[in-house]
């Protein structure tokens, strides 16, 4: 086991892998910005060191700081969380040469699955199904057209080396390819030093449907279900749940079944998550996070697994103490993403921290690294705290959430709480209707409501 692991990250999920560390009794190491001076995962590490000022490039993205922080204190082992650092392949290059364990899968399997292009191509030959799309990268927009004249209208233009939703454009004609194209090639490059494209399919309203899977260094695989992703904003994830009530148990066997295998056959080690778009019966390999995702606790309250536990126990050599056959699935679990921002224009909300009231109870669970006092700084993700309930079903678990959002206070700053509930409210979100476009749809029926004359008898 390890003796001390530093945490390249901050906020909410630098103080989750603090407290996984915690019990399994190994020393943490925390890394901050001079913008996190008084952040709360640099008091709850038993150690802290400064990395550099607030921007990110110069401190959380910064690899010589971190490794040079890692060597001062000794600390064996290095948990990326995520964003940042957690899907660089360099990065994992780095740590393995400084014979410091990466918490995370080998640096191959992520340069394999970062590579959007080969990761579909991987996936394919693997024989799990993927989008009609292009054949690779796509140079030119003769080339982009040969391949539209094959798989039809409409398509989406995606960044090989990215996600977020940068270097993506939606084209519906011939026409609008023209000037998406150089506009996306030129996004992608910006955001990724990376300016290839390559073409899929575009679904009209497809879920959002991805699969969580472990696997250790001895070849055992399993995966601990799906959770339903698709309420989004501009390709960011605001709610998810699990289970999917789209899924039947036979179609959830066999995506699962399916994940653990290609994830088998890549080599795949830590915790990771295949990502589908879900349309009709039909499930589409999307792209693979090589980490641990922000919605990973609605899968640890319906499994009672403890992903990061098991994370740091892989990465220390163990195997997996369970098998496939006793993982148990138990009720319906939501999480809302809680992020310091106006609820109406979405602009970032940074600020002191006045006071804040968390909401408690059965099935609740709230992860957060606020505290009364706390200042919100401007420079990185505006994710504040993340809110789960977990209830017998999801009828329940709506009824707990709606309950929870209520009783959850953070005065000082703004945040998307009002947002929260009133999607709790819409009469599709509680049917279950959902897809990747809830969000665009439901805004417009909230504009319109909004914008309705009212009669004056």
């Not at 943490?28 to 913008?35: H, I, K, L």
């Not at 409409?154 to 026409?175: D, H, N, Q, T």
């Amino acid at each position: 086991m390890f003796r001390k692991v530093l945490i390249a990250n901050r906020g909410e999920i630098a103080c989750r892998i603090i407290w996984a560390c915690q019990e399994l009794g190994i020393q943490t190491v925390a890394v901050f910005s001079e913008a996190d001076r008084e952040a709360l995962h640099v008091q709850l590490a038993d150690q802290a060191v400064c990395i550099g000022p607030a921007p990110s490039s110069k401190s959380y993205l910064n690899i010589p700081a971190i490794i040079s922080a890692a060597e001062i204190t000794d600390a064996d082992a290095i948990h990326p969380g995520y964003g940042f650092l957690s899907e660089n392949a360099y990065f994992a290059e780095v740590c393995e040469a400084c014979q410091i364990k990466f918490i995370g899968p080998p640096s191959s399997v992520i340069r394999l699955m970062g590579d959007k292009v080969r990761a579909r191509e991987t996936m394919r030959a693997l024989g799990v199904p993927v989008l009609p799309g292009s054949d690779g990268v796509v140079r030119s927009v003769e080339e982009a057209l040969a391949v539209i004249e094959r798989i039809g209208l409409p398509v989406i233009l995606k960044a090989a080396a990215g996600g977020g939703g940068r270097g993506m454009r939606i084209v519906r004609s011939r026409e609008e390819l023209m000037a998406a194209f150089p506009a996306a090639q030129s996004e992608a490059e910006a955001a990724f030093k990376n300016g290839d494209l390559y073409i899929e399919k575009y679904l009209e309203r497809p879920r959002h449907i991805e699969i969580q899977v472990l696997a250790d260094e001895h070849g055992n695989v399993v995966h601990l279900g799906e959770r339903e992703c698709s309420i989004q904003r501009r390709y960011q994830k605001l709610i998810e749940e699990a289970p999917s009530v789209a899924l039947t148990p036979e179609l959830r066997a066999e995506m699962g079944a399916v994940a653990a295998r290609a994830a088998r056959e890549i080599g795949y080690t830590s915790a990771g998550t295949m990502e589908f778009l879900f349309d009709g019966e039909q499930y589409y390999f999307m792209e693979m996070n090589t980490r641990i995702q922000v919605e990973h606790p609605v899968t640890e309250m319906i499994t009672n697994v403890d992903l990061v536990r098991e994370q740091i126990l892989i990465a220390a050599g163990e195997r997996l103490s369970f098998r496939q056959e006793e993982i148990i699935f138990s009720g319906h679990a939501i999480e809302c993403r809680i992020n310091a921002e106006d609820p109406e224009t979405f602009r970032p909300s940074p600020g002191t921290v006045t006071a804040i009231t968390i909401p408690g109870g059965p099935g609740v669970r709230v992860d957060t690294a606020l505290y009364p006092g706390y200042t919100v700084p401007p420079y990185y993700d505006s994710l504040v705290a993340k809110l789960i309930v977990r209830d017998r079903n999801r009828e329940r678990a709506i009824a707990k959430m709606r309950r929870a959002l209520d009783g959850f206070i953070i005065e000082g700053i703004k945040t998307n709480i009002p947002m929260h509930q009133k999607i709790f409210q819409d009469t599709d979100f509680v049917a279950g209707r959902l897809s990747t476009h809830f969000m665009e749809e439901w805004m417009r029926r909230l504009k319109a409501l909004e914008e309705e004359p009212i009669g004056l008898g």
